[in-house]
Nanobody, 124 residues
Framework: QVQLVESGGGLVQAGGSLRLSCAAS????????MGWFRQAPGNEREFVAT????????DYANVVKGRFTISRDNAKNTVYLEMNSLKPEDTAVYYC?????????????????WGQGTQVTVSS
């Protein structure tokens, strides 16, 4: 069992930056791939970024590539999402998720555990 708690969301102006954190419980965190997803009002949840168990492999949705960076610290059981050059269309609830596959994956169905989400609001 893995419990995930996101933090770091908030209100920011367009062009600004935020760093989201996701703290995981359990000693097996390092075995899981991690992902970030987001859901805007009226939209389905969508993939944002993923990182494999070691941190060596990452992948991003095209709409955030070059602006967002996912990273992890296995010693701290934490995954991060650094978000730069934020746009109003990045406004959403951001969720972190853990996949027992270990390899990075964009597929929501591959994730076994989910956090409760943190709100990110970007004003224009």
């Amino acid at each position: 069992q893995v419990q995930l708690v996101e933090s770091g969301g908030g209100l920011v102006q367009a062009g600004g930056s935020l760093r989201l954190s996701c703290a995981a419980s359990g000693r097996t965190f390092r075995m899981f791939a991690m992902g970030w997803f987001r859901q805007a009002p009226g939209n389905e949840r969508e993939f944002v970024a993923t990182i494999n168990w070691s941190g060596a492999n990452t992948d991003y949705a095209n709409v955030v590539k070059g602006r967002f960076t996912i990273s992890r610290d296995n010693a701290k059981n934490t995954v991060y999402l650094e978000m730069n050059s934020l746009k109003p269309e990045d406004t959403a609830v951001y969720y972190c998720a853990a996949s027992g596959l270990g390899r990075s994956t964009m597929r929501e169905a591959d994730y076994d555990y989910w956090g409760q989400g943190t709100q990110v609001t970007v004003s224009s």
